[in-house]
């Protein structure tokens, strides 16, 4: 018995399937089981190294840490959007001149690294009389580098779609601006959402990098903390904590970007891009299909969904 994109393993092999399942996991058991009781054997989980958590100001500073992070990555995420949406863009004219210098700035933006370009920034603007402040130089080199890399995410989307979706537009009178933002865009989005979920999730951690430029995030008092010699350098408990919150955050962000996917794609206008067969509308001429694939709603029939 077969399937579609593979062949049903026999017996021998769903046995060595769980025996290498199982072996697996004893392995990773063991592994962290050894962590843990070496962490143990050196006293990291004593109560001295702890100690310092009991400080409600600690905490208040951990908040207010947090706080930093995240008004670091609300705004290098909203600038890498809006920078990838006009890269991408520019990307894609027809014009060499708008198309060449965007693609040149698109490539150096994603082949300097983001610490590099942070130091830059930083330490390096100075030398010429422009000083910035830390958080500036954090925000700005993350938006260079993550919109390039996004502005690179949108534009495959846009590719990947079939030509059919942009002759439709453009016969039914639409100008390319329209097209690219009626028809492309919006499936381009859909279509990337994860990647572009996942690049958001990456700029959130990169925010850490501020710590090297001074900039008073999450991990830069993490840092204070564990080099703390009063309560034995809780270097350790300071990195577990740090870490666990970076978890929380990026899980929260994983979760909040699906819920809007989930609410995007039940939008009203999600449903107009519904591809129709025109075998279905014999009847009509091929431009009113064509202009279905845009707003079934116009189109008499079973063609899309209802209000």
């Not at 910035?132 to 993550?146: E, K, M, R």
């Amino acid at each position: 018995m077969t399937s579609v994109l593979y062949d049903v393993p026999g017996p021998r092999a769903v046995l060595r399937n769980r025996v290498l399942g199982v072996a697996t996991v004893v392995v990773v058991a063991a592994l962290i089981a050894l962590v843990v009781w070496r962490l143990a054997v050196t006293g990291q989980f004593s109560a001295a190294k702890w100690s310092i958590f009991t400080y409600t100001n600690v905490w208040v500073q951990i908040g207010l840490s947090a706080v930093r992070t995240l008004a670091a990555f609300a705004a290098a995420g909203v600038g890498a959007i809006v920078l990838g949406f006009v890269l991408a863009i520019a990307r894609l004219s027809e014009h060499r001149w708008v198309r060449i210098p965007a693609t040149v700035i698109v490539e150096v933006l994603r082949a300097v690294p983001v610490l590099i370009f942070m130091m830059l920034l930083y330490y390096g603007l100075p030398v010429i009389g422009i000083r910035l402040d830390s958080y500036w130089a954090v925000v700005i080199a993350l938006v260079a580098y993550n919109g390039s890399v996004l502005a690179e995410v949108i534009r495959a989307g846009v590719v990947s779609l079939p030509g059919g979706q942009s002759e439709a537009g453009y016969a039914i009178g639409l100008r390319k601006s329209g097209v690219m933002r009626l028809i492309l865009l919006p499936q381009a989005l859909r279509a990337m959402m994860p990647v572009v979920i996942a690049q958001l999730v990456v700029t959130l951690k990169d925010t850490a990098l501020g710590f090297i430029i001074t900039y008073p995030e999450l991990l830069y008092y993490a840092k204070l903390i564990g080099s703390n010699a009063v309560y034995g350098s809780p270097l350790i408990p300071a990195a577990l904590v740090s870490g666990s919150i970076y978890i929380a955050l990026c899980l929260g962000l994983s979760y909040l970007a699906r819920v809007v996917e989930k609410r995007t794609s039940r939008a009203p206008g999600v449903a107009r891009t519904e591809p129709i067969d025109p075998r279905r509308h014999e009847e009509q001429t091929v431009t009113q299909v064509l202009s279905a694939q845009i707003d079934p709603l116009d189109v008499p029939g079973d063609g899309g969904p209802s209000r």
